[in-house]
């Protein structure tokens, strides 16, 4: 048996800080010709404002490995555990308004 460590092979750092996580229940996406952004957003029920906990930029190749990835993983969980329902935020985007900030004045 080899030991030795795959060419291709990351070593990957995970300090306690970004271990901790933060929570977000709502993500933005919005794109440009070269990167995606991906806000990640944490609302609190009758609160006027959130704070975006981390925004996250890549290219659109990494975004499309991305989805595949997650794609994966979601199915592997509903084998698991059931599928997950769906559930639209009050305040989630419209269909006029893809990947948009929401807009809390909206009816």
Known sequence: MDNK???NE???EL???IAAGHYANLAIINHSGNEFFIDFIGVAPSM????VQS???MTP???KNLLMALRDNVARYEQTFGEIQRKM???APKAGNPGGIPNPFEA
């Not at 006027?48 to 704070?51: K, T, V």
């Open 48 to 51: 006027p404002q959130a704070r």
């Open 61 to 63: 190749e990494n975004v």
């Open 55 to 57: 925004r996250i930029i």
């Open 5 to 7: 460590p795959k060419q």
């Open 10 to 12: 990351i070593k990957i």
């Open 89 to 91: 935020p009050k305040n």
């Open 15 to 17: 300090t306690p800080e």
